[in-house]
């Protein structure tokens, strides 16, 4: 256990629906990263938080925005979903600057 | 473009044996190269290599960076079958991380 938790554990959605996923790091870790993993297309990197602030973005849609709030935990907002966006959503937390990550368990979500 | 290379993407071995699996970078702004393995659900971290030449170990598992030829090796002596997953190399220039494609691994018995 990361000491990392991701919720909900599984989502099942239709096409054109938004969801919200959430992460809480670990006491301390300043930093989120949010991930996709399909089986295509391997772990993709999404986005990046620091304390609040966004530090970088990498392949994210338009469709996708996230945010990390006060208490330091984040939510990926994902919209207009389509079936290829059916996939094993991860984020890692750490403590900023160059320091490993820790990976939550994940959320599948499935869009039917 | 970063690109984060890992070789081979696949590979069958018994238990006992040793492997080593490779992975190769172009990043702009280097910081840091990590290892993790993958099994049916999230990667754990296994090390983390910023400087050329030092060798990380825990156990079975060692790894070293080369910053000239940009690339870095992970080693498993005396592989158990426990050891079956993915494994995973990023590169992390500020801010952001490139994670390669992973080597999958199958250690028989």
């Known amino acids: 256990d990361s000491g990392v938790t991701q919720t909900p554990k599984h989502l099942i959605t239709a096409t054109g629906q938004r969801v919200t996923l959430r992460c809480s790091p670990r006491?301390?870790?300043?930093?989120v990263y949010w991930y996709q993993q399909s089986l295509d297309q391997g772990l993709q990197f999404l986005i990046h938080y620091y304390n609040g602030e966004e530090r970088a973005k990498g392949n994210i849609l338009e469709r996708f925005s996230a945010q990390q709030f006060p208490d330091l935990h984040s939510e990926l907002n994902l919209s207009s979903l389509e079936l290829g966006d059916s996939a094993l959503y991860f984020c890692?937390?750490?403590?900023?600057?160059?320091?490993?990550?820790?990976f939550g368990p994940g959320t599948r979500l499935t869009v039917t | 473009e970063d690109k984060v290379v890992q070789s081979p993407l696949s590979l069958v071995v018994h238990e006992g044996d040793t492997v080593t699996l490779n992975c190769s970078y172009e990043?702009?702004?280097?910081?840091?190269l990590l290892w993790y393995k993958q099994e049916k659900k999230a990667p754990t971290f296994l090390f983390m290599l910023t400087s050329s030449g030092i060798e990380k170990k825990s156990g079975r598992l060692s790894s070293i960076l080369d910053k000239k030829e940009l690339f870095s090796i992970l080693n498993i002596t005396a592989t158990q079958t426990g050891d079956s997953a993915v494994y995973l190399c990023?590169?992390?220039?500020?801010?952001?991380?490139?994670f390669g494609a992973g080597t999958r691994l199958t250690v028989k018995p």
């Open positions: 990023a590169v992390e220039p500020p801010y952001l991380m490139r």
């Open positions: 990043v702009t702004n280097f910081r840091s």
């Open positions: 890692a937390t750490g403590q900023g600057g160059s320091s490993e990550q820790y």
């Open positions: 006491s301390g870790d300043l930093s």
